[in-house]
């Protein structure tokens, strides 16, 4: 069962300079930074009521993050809505013919498991499902 947006990912070219941005737009710091390695992404993540901001900066030119800002620009890379059950979750969307960039939930930034639907399947919106690490 799909839960809430847990956060919005946008992707910056400098995240220090869109950390200070960000922080003045929505009143408040940033509460955690993290390097996700396998990602090849540094992240910040701002919190408001239930949902948060997650800006994402490339930590090399062959991160995702890098390709897309180079494709598209800086901007919205992705919406992530908190399920349940991320493991059964995939296996319905999998049944309902949906295209996942992975069958395995994979460990994300900000202590979740994650999994993508390609944009293709969802009318050109990079979708992340995550669930809470316990
Ligand atoms: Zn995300």
């Known amino acids: 069962?799909?839960?809430?947006?847990?956060?919005?990912?946008?992707?910056?070219?400098?995240?220090?300079?869109?950390?200070?941005?960000?922080?003045?737009?929505?009143?408040?710091?940033?509460?955690?930074q993290?390097?996700?390695?396998?990602?090849k992404v540094t992240t910040s993540f701002f919190q408001m009521?239930?949902?948060?901001?997650?800006?994402l900066e490339a930590?090399?030119?062959?991160?995702?993050?890098?390709?897309?800002?180079?494709?598209?620009g800086e901007?919205?890379?992705?919406?992530?809505?908190?399920?349940?059950?991320?493991?059964?979750?995939i296996k319905r969307l999998k049944e309902e013919g949906f295209h996942l960039l992975s069958d395995e939930p994979k460990p994300g930034a900000d202590n979740k498991l994650i999994a993508f639907l390609h944009p293709k399947s969802t009318n050109g919106v990079l979708v992340e499902i995550c669930q809470e690490r316990h």
Not at 34 to 39: C, G, I, L, Q, S
Not at 49 to 55: A, W
Not at 61 to 71: R, T, W
Not at 82 to 89: L, Q, S, Y
């Open 75 to 89: 901007g919205i890379h992705h919406i992530a809505f908190e399920v349940e059950d991320i493991r059964a979750t």
């Open 49 to 55: 009521g239930g949902s948060k901001i997650e800006l």
């Open 59 to 72: 930590s090399d030119p062959e991160s995702p993050i890098a390709k897309f800002i180079e494709k598209r």
């Open 34 to 39: 993290e390097a996700v390695e396998r990602e």
């Open 1 to 32: 069962m799909f839960l809430k947006i847990e956060h919005l990912g946008i992707a910056v070219r400098n995240l220090e300079s869109a950390n200070k941005l960000f922080a003045a737009l929505l009143g408040t710091e940033h509460y955690k």
